[in-house]
């Protein structure tokens, strides 16, 4: 579950009632913390819950297709972090994998591993050049 990437973050007990009450990211992010803490019955656990789904990471991606002939595509990307940068869980980076399939996922196309730190985190465009 996702939740067991914050064990440094949440006791056990508050990850056991996460996991009981089968709650997924996406229902915590639209929530406050006073909510979280209310569905968990647990006042005080609503906000360092609500921290680590925060802090989980995530991004947005809008894609810029073109197509150049009649069997090559320009594949523009913007990646948006869409996440608070906690250095306690996430520590000076985090690697991303892009990679383009064809929609069988017979056979990857083109992959490329990209390294964000914590300088980096405001929207880029394009593949990752080298020098991050």
């Excluded at 990211?25 to 968990?40: H, K, P, R, V, Y």
């Excluded at 690697?95 to 880029?124: A, F, M, Q």
Aim: glycine share 6%; aromatic share 8%; net charge negative.
């Amino acid at each position: 579950m996702w939740c067991e990437q914050f064990e440094h973050a949440l006791t056990p007990e508050i990850l056991m009632k996460l996991e009981a009450k089968n709650a997924s990211l996406e229902m915590l992010l639209d929530m406050e913390a006073s909510d979280i803490g209310a569905m968990m019955r647990h006042p005080a656990a609503g906000k360092p819950i609500k921290q680590a789904v925060d802090a989980f990471p995530r991004v947005t991606l809008e894609a810029n297709i073109q197509p150049i002939t009649r069997s090559v595509l320009r594949v523009r990307l913007m990646i948006e972090a869409a996440f608070h940068w906690k250095d306690s869980a996430h520590g000076n980076s985090l690697k991303w994998l892009i990679w383009v399939e064809d929609s069988n996922n017979e056979h990857i196309y083109h992959s490329e591993v990209c390294v964000r730190g914590t300088c980096i985190l405001p929207p880029y465009v394009g593949a990752c050049p080298g020098g991050f």
